[in-house]
Structures are given as C-alpha cells and as structure tokens.
C-alpha cells in the first residue's frame, strides 16, 4: 500500500493560482499512473487529471483543460497539479490517488489508495 499526503490547499480569489503537490510513501507509486480528484459539498467525487508512470501521458477533465496542469517528479515521489485561473466552480476537496486498474483512467474505482485530501476554496 502507498501512503499519499497532499498540500498546497488554500483560500484564493477568482482568477488565481495554487500549486497542489502530493507526496507519497511506502511501495513505489504510481506504477499504473496517478490521478487528482475532486469532491464538492453534496456532490460526487470527479476525476479532474491523471499522468501516467512518466509524463508522456496526461488525461484532464474538459472543465479544467488549458487550466490546470499535472506533473510528477518521480526521483521525489510526488505528483503535482498545478491551478491557474481558479474560477468559484473549482472550490472542492482536492485528492491524490495512485491508479491501480490499467482499464480505465477516469473513474474512482480505477484508484486504490487515496490521500486525506486537501481544501481548495475559490472566491469571487
């Protein structure tokens, strides 16, 4: 099992930025890849973005595409999503996960391990 802890939450206005990291522990991680997720008061859990064991291969949700970038830095265990243009709709409980289905990309039951999540709060 891989632990994942995320940071980098916080309060900001409309129009700016954050930078999520995600550091992980125990086995090597994302071997099938890692996914940023989302969760919203009252709503489901979204995929937002997902990279594969190296860079080359990257998935973003439409909403977030030419916004939101994922990276990793395997030689650190840590996978990034950095946030530009935050718009109030991205407010959530962001959360890392580390893909354990090679089937799927998208979906939460593609994920095995999760972290505790991290607020993301955007005002207008």
């Known amino acids: 099992q891989v632990q994942l802890v995320e940071s980098g939450g916080g309060l900001v206005q409309a129009g700016g930025s954050l930078r999520l990291s995600c550091a992980a522990s125990?086995?090597?991680?994302?071997?099938?890849?890692m996914g940023w997720f989302r969760q919203a008061p009252g709503k489901e859990r979204e995929f937002v973005a997902a990279i594969g064991r190296t860079a080359a291969i990257t998935y973003y949700a439409d909403s977030v595409k030419g916004r939101f970038t994922i990276s990793r830095d395997n030689a650190k265990n840590t996978v990034y999503l950095q946030m530009n243009s935050l718009k109030p709709e991205d407010t959530a409980v962001y959360y890392c996960a580390d893909r354990s289905q090679t089937t799927a990309w998208t979906p939460t039951a593609a994920y095995a391990s999760w972290g505790q999540g991290t607020q993301v709060t955007v005002s207008s």
């Open positions: 125990g086995r090597t991680f994302g071997v099938y890849g």
